[in-house]
Nanobody, 127 residues
């Protein structure tokens, strides 16, 4: 059974930092692309960041570039999202997702590429 369990959300003041973690079980993690998406009330999910299987290529939505960093630890089956200099507009439920990748270094941006999703973790940034 494949599972993704996200953690690390919380309440933080603007300018602060949080690190989200997501553990994926039931698969050979090193063969999976991983991504982070976020959703606010009344809006669809927005792509935030993606990381490929080896080599670890990464990409981000423009609004978080320079502030967020996605990384992975294959030994721990875990993907991280380090979020620095948080802004109120970063407030959302953050979801991790995994998509099987047959090609080295390919990045996934679309929800449809991800077969499995975590339960979401709330990030709230106060002024």
């Amino acid at each position: 059974q494949v599972q993704l369990v996200a953690s690390g959300g919380g309440l933080v003041q603007a300018g602060g930092s949080l690190r989200l973690s997501c553990v994926m079980s039931g698969v050979s993690f090193e063969f999976w692309n991983m991504g982070w998406f976020r959703q606010t009330p009344g809006k669809g999910r927005e792509f935030v960041a993606t990381i490929s299987r080896s080599p670890d290529k990464t990409d981000y939505v423009d609004s978080v570039k320079g502030r967020f960093t996605i990384s992975r630890d294959n030994a721990k089956n875990t993907v991280y999202l380090q979020m620095n200099d948080l802004k109120q507009e970063d407030t959302a439920i953050y979801y991790c997702a995994g998509g099987f990748s047959g090609a080295l270094g390919t990045l996934y941006y679309s929800e449809s590429k991800y077969a499995y999703w975590g339960q979401g973790t709330q990030v709230t940034v106060s002024s």
